[in-house]
């Protein structure tokens, strides 16, 4: 994204006072445009068929729709948008769930306001974006910490830390002196070996499993 171009952000959430609690803290947020803000899950996807969001902020209990079945098909619409889910609810299972549905991150509402534009910056950055108190939940003993765990060949530990870091393949690739192709055969190996679909569900077993 070019220097001049700024970030557009949309929010989508049905509560008056946080709608004006993120465009304030939005205001605050140099490069960053609120391109606009929605009560339905509906409303933003008919925006979002017309034009260009880079990040979402997304709540996921919505008066048509469930946000966690939208993270769907915001990523079908557009794959390039990433969706930070703000929510109230801090249960791993539907923080986990968020992250295999295509979610690029996950902040509570409660967070302070300069950890929510720590996250959003990170989002921007290409980065996996989690407030403080979800990383601590994921990291909580789930299902997956009593499955075996993956074991990794060196080169595997760096593509996992570099993904961690947002790096694309191609970074990667010029970083490591391999093969595009070769990194995304790692990639791949990677989210056989943690049983998951996308890399943020990678990142966050990752995590959970102290890898990262």
Same mark, same amino acid.
């Given at each position: 994204m070019? $220097?001049? /171009? /700024?970030?557009?952000?949309?929010?989508?959430?049905? @509560?008056p006072i946080v709608i004006q609690g993120l465009k304030t803290l939005l205001e605050s947020m140099e490069n960053t445009e609120l391109a606009g803000s929605f009560t339905t899950g509906a409303g933003f996807m008919d925006f979002l068929k017309r034009k260009e969001v880079h990040i979402v902020l997304l709540d996921i209990i919505l008066p048509d729709v469930n946000g966690i079945d939208l993270c769907l098909e915001i990523r /079908?619409?557009?794959?390039?948008?990433? &969706?930070?889910?703000?929510? =109230? @609810?801090a249960e791993r299972s539907i923080i986990m769930q968020t992250l295999q549905n295509g979610a690029s %991150?996950?902040?509570?509402? =409660?967070?302070? *306001?300069?950890e929510i534009i720590s996250c959003i910056s990170d989002a921007? =950055? %290409?980065? &996996?974006?989690?407030?403080? *108190?979800v990383k601590e939940i &994921?990291?909580?003993?789930g299902p997956a910490t009593f499955r075996a765990r993956p074991q990794l060949t060196k080169r595997e530990k760096q593509i996992l830390k570099l993904l961690g870091e947002g790096k694309t393949s191609a970074q990667m690739a010029k970083e490591l002196f391999l093969s595009p192709l070769t990194v995304e055969t790692h990639r791949r190996n990677l989210?056989?070996?943690?049983?998951?679909? =996308?890399?943020? %569900?990678?990142i966050s077993s990752a995590i959970q $499993? $102290?890898?990262?």
């Open positions: 070019s $220097q001049d /171009k /700024k970030v557009q952000l949309a929010v989508v959430e049905d @509560h /079908k619409t557009s794959p390039e948008t990433r &969706i930070l889910v703000l929510s =109230n @609810h %991150g996950y902040l509570l509402k =409660n967070s302070p *306001e300069e921007m =950055n %290409g980065e &996996i974006a989690f407030s403080r *108190e &994921i990291a909580r003993p989210l056989q070996k943690f049983e998951v679909k =996308n890399v943020a %569900g990678l $499993q $102290q890898f990262l």
